[in-house]
């Protein structure tokens, strides 16, 4: 079976401007998960969908927001990019049942770069 | 919210020597991973461990849930190896895992 997959691999935007990023989950999996890592730290959580409906929302503006469609493919959008949104952006897919005490299988993630 | 810390930062090896990485966290958990990052950037989950002790060629875990951490061994380390391995947690009362600030390891030929 084919891993996360996440595209595009590399976006290069100007401040202001506004990106859609896209991850396609394990098939199977129901639940996706976004996270932002910027450069030298861990991770930080952004959302979690789960059969379309958000069930998790990480200390992010407004600005941020993510979709996930039916057939679990999920969306991550940013609007009014700023150069602090610089960083590499993870989607995660897990399990067939409800979020919870499942292994997170991580895409190659999404390189965005704000100048 | 849940705290994860782990240690060293940095760590530099020589070819063949073990190592051992921890990770101390806040809260009982549901779930703890530990993954590798290679240079590009891919996670590689290495374990999956809320509790007990798994092994995987000369990668080993344990995670002792009753006293907040887990450690990673590391045997015979290859210049392979060299990466950042982060441990991440999910508590009881929410889905997101939180990351610790991850361990960078060098491994010189």
């Known amino acids: 079976d084919a891993g996360v997959t996440q595209s595009p691999t590399h976006l290069i935007k100007t401040r202001g401007q506004h990106v859609t990023l896209r991850c396609s989950p394990i098939?199977?999996?129901?639940?996706v998960s976004w996270y932002q890592q910027v450069l030298g730290q861990g991770p930080q959580f952004i959302f979690q969908y789960y059969e379309k409906e958000e069930r998790g929302r990480g200390n992010f503006p407004d600005r941020f927001s993510a979709r996930q469609f039916p057939n679990y493919s999920s969306e991550l959008n940013v609007n009014a990019l700023l150069l602090g949104d610089s960083a590499l952006y993870l989607c995660?897919?897990?399990?067939?049942?409800?979020?919870?005490?499942?292994?997170?299988?991580f895409g190659p993630g999404t390189r965005l770069l704000v100048l | 919210g849940i705290q994860v810390e782990q240690s060293p930062p940095d760590l530099i090896l020589q070819e063949g020597a073990n190592s051992t990485l921890r990770c101390n966290f806040s809260d009982s958990v549901n779930n703890l991973q530990w993954f590798h990052q290679n240079p590009w950037g891919q996670l590689i989950n290495l374990f999956y461990?809320?509790?007990g002790t798994k092994q995987n060629g000369r990668l080993s875990a344990t995670t002792v849930a009753t006293e907040r951490y887990s450690l990673l061994y590391i045997s015979s380390s290859q210049t392979t190896d060299s990466g950042v391995y982060f441990c991440?947690?999910?508590?009881?009362?929410?889905?997101?895992?939180?990351f610790g600030g991850g361990t960078r390891l060098m491994v010189k030929p």
């Open positions: 098939s199977g999996h129901k639940s």
């Open positions: 995660a897919s897990s399990g067939r049942g409800i979020p919870g005490g499942q292994t997170q299988y």
């Open positions: 991440a947690v999910e508590g009881n009362a929410g889905n997101m895992l939180t």
């Open positions: 461990i809320p509790s």
